[in-house]
């Protein structure tokens, strides 16, 4: 044979060996791409479940510490009050209150009056020590803002008599004198006939409008509604009376829960005689993480937290 036709034949030989080993047939690729899956798919799946369980707890432990930091502060201002409303009070004075034609979405859960008192070492010209009363009220809040999340919250209400230090130079001998009460507020009457609690049910604020607001104190309470399979009613109190009631015969009341606010997220046992209150809350992680509520369920209560507190307040008033 022809010595180049014998050199051609072996360069075409080798080139077509080079490029078999160099290269995937479309048969090897398609079976490294359903192998690469089958691995990849799995791992995909577990990383973004351990993301997704992560941003939970996170989101649990978030709201955790702040339903424990919302009852301390409640905790420390009912340990001033010295008369706490329970269910019949509520009844009488709601129509007293902010947000009344509200009921569906705004519920004074816990109202109180409360006595600060203002040693004469914290002022630069109190002669002597004082104090001064407020009406404080926590509102449940379901109200679909865009400010807040799709859970529901609690807000606070406060109305105060005269005391301001900031008219304490307006005249240095009495500085009660200049100051001016909130407006909407007055002062309970404790004469005439009748036990504390009927002539604390008798308040009734001022003629004019309050100015005041409602003041948001936490997001993110549990605003699941009441129902008799997944989200029962919670149990009877074991001191005092429930606020809100979740009697639906009763729902002419102004102590019932209606509407929206018909929720666990936020309730109260009062004994008004001893100045007792037990306060409950319950909040919900999950809405931290969409933008919408979740209901609660036995299933995913772990992320549906949890809390009470018991608080006895200094009950200075009585009705002699």
Known sequence: MNPLKLLFIKQITLFRLKQKCDGF????????????????????????????????EQAKANT?????????????????????????????????????????????????????????????ILKDNTFFYSLVAYYLITEDNATWSKAARIGRFQIRDGYDSSTETDNKDN??????????FQMFNLQGLGNLK??????????????????PLVDYIDQTIINN?????????TIGQQVPKFDEKHDNDDAVATGNVRTRGFYVCVDSENTVAEVYLRGN?????????????????????QASIRVQGNGFLSAK
């Open 25 to 56: 047939t479309l048969v090897e690729l398609l079976v490294g791409i359903v192998i690469a899956t089958l691995v990849i798919t799995p791992l995909l799946g577990f990383m973004i479940n351990v993301m997704t369980t992560e941003r939970q």
């Open 64 to 124: 955790e510490q702040e339903i424990k930091a919302a009852l301390d502060y409640i905790a420390r201002d009912l340990q001033q009050s010295v008369y706490i409303y329970d269910a019949d009070g509520i009844n009488k004075i709601r129509q007293q209150l902010r947000r009344y034609g509200d009921k569906n979405t705004f519920f004074p859960v816990l109202v109180f009056w409360k006595r600060t008192f203002l040693s004469k070492e914290s002022s630069t």
């Open 175 to 184: 500085p009660r004198d200049k100051a001016k009460p909130d407006e909407g």
């Open 198 to 215: 009927s002539k604390m049910n008798q308040w009734t604020k001022k003629s004019e409008d309050y100015t005041q607001k409602i003041v």
């Open 229 to 237: 399979t997944t989200n029962p009613a919670p149990p009877t109190c």
């Open 285 to 305: 992680a999950l809405a931290r993480l969409q933008n919408n509520n979740i209901d609660f369920n036995e299933s995913r209560q772990t992320y549906f937290p």
